[in-house]
């Protein structure tokens, strides 16, 4: 396809196809991107196999799409890596991640907007993105990539900030 008809994620930098589909709020990734990342989980097309870490992409994909500093951005990163965090780390089952992230944003003193900061984002150069996940040929070798896609994401993420992660876990999640 012509360079001219592409262009980058700004979350990503997945060079994908021009469109002026929708975009989600605070998520920093292209029409096309979100797209795929859509399609891939809420329709299930492509198919993935069942996997547990399948649980994960919706949050490394918002952690690897941080967008830019806002109430919503903060918080949607922090109880993303949140997630990944008591599933990679703590070793809870994946199927809890949901209720990490809901745990997270219960109402609470400080006010769920005003828990957590800006964390400036690492380089995701050289990680897969969905983009890569959807053009493998089979739902089990997709599945292999999602849990790559996973890892690789909080790779960038906890080694640079797994005292503060690890704090709001305590906080936020664990705490009654």
Known sequence: MNDNF????PGCGARLPLSDGPLHR?????AACWA???SISNAGEPALAPGPINALLVDAYAARHPGTPSDQSIQSVAVHLLAMYGVLVRGEAPARALWIRQR????????KHTRYIWLEPSSFDSCLTVADIVQAPTAPERTHLVERYVR???LRWGPLYIQVIAGWYERYVLLP
């Open 26 to 30: 605070y998520i920093g990734a292209s």
């Open 104 to 111: 997270a944003v219960r109402p609470g003193n400080p006010p």
């Open 152 to 154: 690789s994401i909080w």
């Open 6 to 9: 592409l262009e980058p994620c």
């Open 36 to 38: 795929i990342y859509t």
